[in-house]
């Protein structure tokens, strides 16, 4: 069973940057999607970034030119960078593995981002 673990998270004013990491117990290589979703209160969760295998990376509309989404290999950690933030981006943000498409995904315990003056 891969363990997923999220840090990072934190206050920050409209504009501001902040990076999440999301450590896998398990070689990254080995998944074929890795990403992030986000819930903020009273909202469905939703998807912000993801990389695939071959490192494809895809975002959703509203962070596109924002957020960017990495790897490192070596340390099976996936990062996502945030920066011109604006406050509905505040919610709690969720890291997830999946092996292969027809897997269901491992989601981590999640960590808050609040975007607030």
């Known amino acids: 069973q891969v363990q997923v673990v999220e840090s990072g998270g934190g206050s920050v004013q409209p504009g501001g940057s902040l990076r999440l990491s999301c450590g896998v117990s398990?070689?990254?290589?080995?998944?074929?999607?890795m990403g992030w979703h986000r819930q903020a209160p009273g909202k469905e969760r939703e998807s912000v970034a993801s990389?695939?295998?071959?490192?494809?990376?895809d975002y959703a509309d509203s962070v596109k030119g924002r957020f960017t989404i990495s790897r490192d290999k070596a340390t099976n950690t996936i990062y996502l960078d945030m920066s011109g933030m604006k406050p509905e981006d505040s919610a709690v943000y969720y890291c997830?593995?999946?092996?292969?498409?027809?897997?269901?995904?491992?989601w981590g315990q999640g960590t808050q981002v609040t975007v607030s003056s």
């Open positions: 398990k070689s990254i290589s080995e998944f074929y999607r």
């Open positions: 997830y593995s999946r092996y292969e498409y027809w897997h269901s995904p491992t």
């Open positions: 990389i695939k295998r071959s490192g494809t990376t």
